[in-house]
């Protein structure tokens, strides 16, 4: 049964810096793309960054680059997302995720907030 759980956020001041962590089991971690989504309310998920599953591809969007770094740890079966600089427009939940040739997984998300 493949999980994912993440941790980390909660409240930063806007400016400050925060570390999300996501550990997983239920399948070989090593061999799988994983990226972080974030949902924002009243708006649709989305994809923010990505890292291939031999660490050496990584992609952001355009909001969060020089700003957030994506990582991750195949020892520990666990996916980072460093994030600095934050904006009041990064206050979302934030989502790891996975997929198979049949479905895609997700964790149970991490709120972000953000205050000015």
């Known amino acids: 049964q493949v999980q994912l759980l993440e941790s980390g956020g909660g409240l930063v001041q806007a400016g400050g810096s925060t570390r999300l962590s996501c550990v997983t089991s239920g399948f070989s971690f090593d061999q799988y793309d994983m990226d972080w989504y974030r949902q924002a309310p009243g708006k649709e998920r989305e994809l923010v960054a990505s890292?291939?599953?031999?660490?050496?591809?990584?992609r952001y969007i355009d909001s969060v680059k020089d700003r957030f770094t994506i990582s991750r740890d195949d020892a520990k079966r666990a996916l980072y997302l460093q994030m600095t600089k934050l904006k009041p427009e990064d206050t979302a939940v934030y989502y790891c995720?996975?997929?198979?040739?049949?479905?895609?997984?997700w964790g149970q998300g991490t709120q972000v907030t953000v205050s000015s």
């Open positions: 890292i291939a599953r031999n660490g050496d591809r990584v």
């Open positions: 995720n996975t997929a198979d040739a049949w479905e895609a997984y």
